[in-house]
């Protein structure tokens, strides 16, 4: 059973860095099958793609985001991160960490519960 | 970028309808198109990938159509379960999600 949890602070202050950790078990981030992605969904609104990262390091990184964005891979303890720069309440969101199919059909098949950042002044 | 323009935005229905819901895509986009529901307080789940084919596990009565630009998710009819909001997502072009549908009661 594949399961992805995200970690990190709940509240992050005005033009600090927001950090988060995608744990994943049941299946490895290693693995060549899957863009490992983050999304994040603003308060009653709807998806955003922020970016994904592949097993061999390569990313890919929203472009309205591109320039704040950067996403690592930890294999040793199976777990991706994110980290968003300089952020402004217009970063308070939940953000779910998913799994992504990276061959042929591409879709999100697994996804963390999702953990809400505000971003405080 | 490519633009998803959902359609309606909310509607109400009742148990045992049908329930059809429009995506436009602002390119074409052959047919590298998801259909995703979320109930509240949840992570998104997949229904239909590829435009049109059914994820494992999700029930038949959902089916989705199209190609291009212009996509449909049909539910044929509606169960109390139903009650969520419904997302298309492209993947054609990195990847961006219309606005929702939302279906209610």
């Known amino acids: 059973q594949v399961q992805l949890q995200e970690s990190g602070p709940g509240l992050v202050k005005s033009s600090e860095t927001l950090s988060l950790t995608c744990a994943v078990s049941g299946a490895s981030i290693s693995s060549g099958d899957h863009y490992w992605t983050w999304i994040r969904q603003h308060p009653g609104k709807g998806l955003e793609c922020i970016g994904y990262i592949y097993y061999i390091g390569y990313t890919y990184y929203n472009p309205s985001l591109k320039g704040r964005i950067t996403m690592s891979l930890d294999p040793s303890n199976n777990q991706f991160s994110l980290k968003l720069r300089s952020v402004t309440a217009a970063d308070t969101a939940v953000y779910y960490c998913?799994?992504?199919?990276?061959?042929?059909?591409?879709?999100?098949?697994?996804w963390g519960q999702g953990t809400l950042v505000a971003v405080s002044s | 970028d490519i633009q998803m323009t959902q359609s309606p935005s909310s509607l109400s229905a009742s148990v045992g309808d049908r329930v059809t819901i429009t995506c436009q895509a602002s390119?074409?986009?052959?047919?590298?198109l998801n259909w995703y529901q979320q109930k509240a307080g949840k992570a998104p789940k997949v229904l239909i990938y590829?435009?049109?084919n059914l994820e494992a596990g999700v029930p038949s009565r959902f089916s989705g159509s199209g190609s291009g630009t212009h996509f449909t998710l049909t539910i044929s009819s509606l169960q109390p379960e139903d009650f969520a909001i419904y997302y298309c997502q492209q993947y054609n072009d990195f990847s961006t999600f219309g606005g929702g549908t939302r279906v209610a009661i």
């Open positions: 998913a799994r992504e199919r990276s061959s042929g059909v591409r879709y999100f098949d697994y």
């Open positions: 390119q074409d986009i052959s047919n590298y």
């Open positions: 590829a435009a049109s």
